[in-house]
């Protein structure tokens, strides 16, 4: 009788354990944006509705604090890891015990130089498509006209830095009338998007020779719009401004006619995981190495305020 019960237990613990909620952890490269505030905002919502614990860590833009924070997941055998990486090299070692741990781990929104047999997939925009989509526009706004450009771009070593740049290039390929005269780093800051602007502002003639400035994200370029009026002159008139992410704050911007466009980067990246997750863990299920989220390019033509009033409540 007594084997009996113990059997009996040993199944209802079995059942209760197969029943526990999954514990996620998640490495966040920090809230240097708005956009990245969104993300974990709506990470949190997902790990929420869906019933799992999520493990939160935030790196504050250090690499080295996310592979640590991954190191500790690890060693608490979560299910899962999410991690938004900070830079894309570096990461063979810690997705190595990872998957020797036999925990599935997923990219969101950024791109590793590992071998992808290290992570389960990827949750993202295509980066360069997001760039050329810009300059695109960029081209066919100004035209014939000569435009001095200026970048600002995103923190040093990062896939949205790299790929943003090489897709804007693209985007302005065979027009010589566009030329990018100055680029330089903002870290995909407000604070230091307006202090290389205003850099930029004092090299070309006072900002009287720039035509237009190309930011990696929103945040550098409502930094950037700042600098630029407090130099005397008009964002989105004397200087056009097109940068990307689609955030509250520059709709906002676009409505005040004082930025030009923005094309948008969704910050639910959490919930495509979420769903590969959910069928790995059902049956071992691989998804695609890269589940592409939509780029979609916004003008002033596109009611910005009712933009604005759409997504100021997501947590940006």
């Known amino acids: 009788m007594k084997?009996?019960?113990?059997?009996?237990?040993?199944?209802?613990?079995?059942?209760?354990?197969?029943?526990?909620?999954?514990?996620?952890?998640?490495?966040?490269?920090?809230?240097?944006?708005?956009?990245?505030?969104?993300?974990?905002?709506?990470?949190?919502?997902?790990?929420?509705?869906r019933g799992y614990q999520l493990q939160f860590s935030d790196a504050q833009q250090r690499q080295e604090n996310q592979i640590a924070a991954i190191?500790?997941?690890?060693?608490?055998?979560?299910?899962?890891i999410l991690i938004a990486p900070v830079v894309a090299t570096g990461w063979d070692s810690v997705l190595q015990e990872a998957k020797e741990a036999e925990i599935p781990v997923v990219l969101l929104d950024r791109m590793v130089d590992?071998?992808?047999?290290?992570?389960?997939?990827?949750?993202?925009?295509?980066?360069?498509?997001?760039?050329?989509?810009?300059?695109?526009?960029?081209?066919?706004?100004?035209?014939?006209?000569?435009?001095?450009?200026?970048?600002?771009?995103?923190?040093?070593?990062?896939?949205?830095?790299?790929?943003?740049?090489?897709?804007?290039?693209?985007?302005?390929?065979?027009?010589d009338n566009l030329q990018i005269v100055q680029s330089q780093t903002g870290d995909f800051t407000r604070s230091l998007g307006k202090e290389v602007m205003e850099s930029f502002i004092q090299a070309e003639n006072g900002g009287k020779d720039i035509c237009a400035l190309y930011a990696h994200n929103d945040d550098m370029a409502v930094g950037a719009i700042q600098a630029i009026k407090?130099?005397?002159?008009?964002?989105?008139?004397d200087i056009l401004v097109v940068s990307i992410d689609g955030v509250p704050d520059?709709?906002?911007?676009?409505?005040?006619?004082?930025?030009?466009?923005?094309?948008?980067?969704?910050?639910?990246?959490?919930?495509p995981a979420f769903d590969a997750l959910e069928a790995w863990w059902a049956d071992g299920s691989e998804p695609a190495k890269f589940l592409q989220t939509e780029s979609r390019l916004f003008t002033?033509?596109?009611?910005?305020?009712?933009?604005?009033?759409?997504?100021?409540g997501l947590g940006y």
């Not at 190191?71 to 899962?80: E, I, K, L, P, T």
């Not at 407090?230 to 008139?237: I, Y």
């Open 3 to 49: 084997t009996l019960l113990s059997t009996a237990a040993l199944v209802a613990l079995g059942a209760t354990s197969a029943m526990a909620e999954k514990v996620v952890g998640f490495s966040q490269i920090g809230s240097e944006s708005g956009w990245r505030a969104a993300e974990t905002t709506l990470t949190r919502q997902q790990a929420e509705e």
């Open 71 to 80: 190191r500790s997941f690890v060693a608490q055998g979560v299910d899962a």
């Open 114 to 175: 590992s071998d992808p047999s290290l992570y389960l997939t990827a949750v993202g925009s295509n980066l360069v498509h997001e760039g050329e989509v810009a300059g695109k526009w960029l081209a066919e706004t100004v035209g014939d006209r000569d435009c001095r450009i200026v970048e600002l771009q995103g923190t040093t070593g990062s896939s949205p830095a790299i790929d943003r740049k090489k897709g804007f290039e693209q985007g302005i390929a065979g027009h």
């Open 230 to 237: 407090e130099a005397g002159l008009k964002p989105g008139t």
């Open 250 to 271: 520059i709709f906002k911007a676009m409505a005040d006619g004082e930025a030009n466009a923005t094309v948008e980067l969704t910050p639910n990246m959490a919930g």
């Open 300 to 312: 002033q033509s596109d009611d910005p305020a009712g933009q604005y009033e759409a997504r100021k």
